[in-house]
């Protein structure tokens, strides 16, 4: 009974974050611009989530008559599941977790590089040149991305000495991981940018080269679950980076670890709409030449070091 | 690299900043004086239409929205008989005015004038003309120049020459 209440707020938690997030993201990004955002549906526009909704649910859910049909209503899916999967793997507290694999680390990875086949097929079933060029964009960008996304976290790995997600909190008692592999937090931020397609790395997206890149044949509720997804490959990568750098759900003890877990979460969050909302979008071959010519070396550097020190110390 | 930082940063001290967003319908905006707005025909001090129908504006307009038709009251004073500015149309740049001679036409700060139906955007006589002077004050045109009209003399106005004595060959 127990277990099911865990998978319950486990499925439950990272969808409702989503969701606000949606309102989140607008307000927030409204401060920065020196507006309001939404404020008219319910209180400080709280209500808008639900009016997005609603009015996703009653339009017209086309499925274009040249496209794919079977992949193309399959792809939304896609990336849902993978992203909700490699929740299980994430501690929410010292027992709010669905099952301490292992290999949480490596579980995490493999969903991440599955999720980029939900838009390879979405833009290939579309059966559009925008959607084809955004998808091709976004499988280029994520597998390079997905190489140091790895390495950078290597590190982390090491100094816990496990690739389960709940020792490695545990390894953080003495201190966050963020101050001795601050060079491995930077790499997976940025790779965490790009794995979710996020500005200043939308450029799967592009809208203002692709009309909306590999989901712009996507409508109704279709489309709802791409952009539910990016807001939950959000909520994933800083879940992720508040686990492995900050502590996770370690805390003080006047609150409970779950409400640090999510504290934690949530700046990192509000970091990535502050990124949304001051860097402007790099081009593409910028992007691939940042990764392959700064990150990558850097991350086998840190890699280095970490591994050198590590044995010096022994 | 630390140009981006910065970036972050100048852009994160703005949750400091007052908002720059009026809310609308609750808090109504400064509108300056000469905001170009709804379309008015004014009145003179002795609350005489100062529209002389001279057709300027209708001319003027880059959208034909003006259309009127000219007429004399029984003194011979020029009047519009209709005057219908088709505010659907209406582009709002204020040539009309700059055109009219007498200050007659003036555009006021109010833009409010959303309608469900299109052919209320259709504006009359009635609609247009109001009792004040709008944004000129103590202008009469009859009082500057023009056709004796009761209001002053020929030759006698504010700005006006004397008229020439046209058998006088003196300048």
Redesign the interface.
């Known amino acids: 009974m127990e277990y099911l209440l865990i998978i319950f707020g486990v499925l439950l938690i990272p969808l409702s974050i989503a969701a606000g997030l949606i309102w989140v993201e607008r307000r927030l990004l409204s401060v920065w611009q020196d507006r309001l955002g939404p404020n008219r549906v319910g209180p400080f526009g709280l209500f808008q989530v639900i009016a997005d909704t609603i009015k996703l649910f009653f339009k017209e859910d086309w499925v274009p008559s040249f496209s794919d049909k079977p992949v193309f209503i399959m792809a939304p899916g896609i990336l849902m599941i993978t992203i909700l999967l490699t929740f299980s793997v994430i501690p929410f507290g010292p027992d709010f977790l669905v099952f301490d694999s292992n290999i949480g680390i490596l579980f995490f990875l493999g969903n991440s590089s599955l999720g980029v086949y939900s838009i390879v097929l979405g833009g290939w079933a579309s059966n559009n040149k925008y959607s084809l060029i955004g998808a091709m964009r976004a499988s280029a960008q994520m597998l390079t991305y997905e190489v140091f996304m790895g390495l950078s976290l290597m590190g982390v790995v090491m100094l816990a000495d496990s690739f389960s997600f709940n020792s490695i909190v545990l390894a953080q008692k003495n201190g966050w991981f963020i101050f001795p592999q601050f060079v491995g937090f930077i790499v997976f931020f940025i790779a965490g940018l790009a794995e979710t397609h996020r500005l200043p790395f939308d450029i799967p997206e592009a809208e203002g080269e692709l009309v909306a890149g590999y989901h712009s044949e996507y409508s109704g509720m279709k489309f709802g679950m791409f952009f539910v997804g990016e807001y939950l490959g959000i909520t994933l990568i800083s879940a992720i980076m508040a686990t492995l750098f900050f502590g996770g759900w370690l805390g003080p003890s006047f609150l409970p670890p779950v409400f640090w877990f999510l504290f934690k979460t949530l700046v990192l969050i509000c970091v990535f709409i502050l990124l949304r909302a001051s860097l402007p979008r790099p081009r593409y071959d910028q992007l691939m030449e940042f990764g392959w010519k700064v990150l990558l070396p850097l991350s086998l550097l840190n890699l280095l070091i970490t591994g050198a020190v590590l044995i010096f110390l022994k | 690299m630390f140009s981006?930082l910065r970036?972050?940063w100048?852009?994160?001290l703005?949750?400091f900043?007052?908002?720059?967003?009026i809310?609308y319908p609750e808090v109504k905006p400064y509108l300056p004086p000469r905001y170009r707005g709804r379309i008015v025909l004014t009145r003179d001090a002795d609350h005489n239409e100062r529209c002389v129908a001279c057709n300027l504006c209708a001319v003027a307009c880059p959208v034909d929205c003006i259309s009127l038709q000219a007429t004399e009251d029984e003194a011979g004073r020029r009047y519009p008989e209709f005057f219908r500015i088709n505010f659907s149309r209406c582009i709002y740049c204020g040539f009309c005015e700059e055109a009219c001679p007498t200050y007659a036409i003036q555009l006021i700060p109010d833009f409010e004038m959303a309608e469900y139906d299109r052919q209320n955007m259709v504006y009359e006589k009635e609609h247009l003309l109001i009792n004040g002077e709008g944004k000129y004050h103590g202008y009469n045109f009859y009082k500057e120049a023009g056709v004796d009209m009761g209001i002053k003399n020929k030759g006698e106005g504010e700005n006006e020459e004397k008229p020439v004595d046209v058998k006088d060959l003196m300048p």
């Open positions: 981006i970036t972050i100048l852009t994160f703005h949750i900043h007052k908002t720059e967003t809310e």
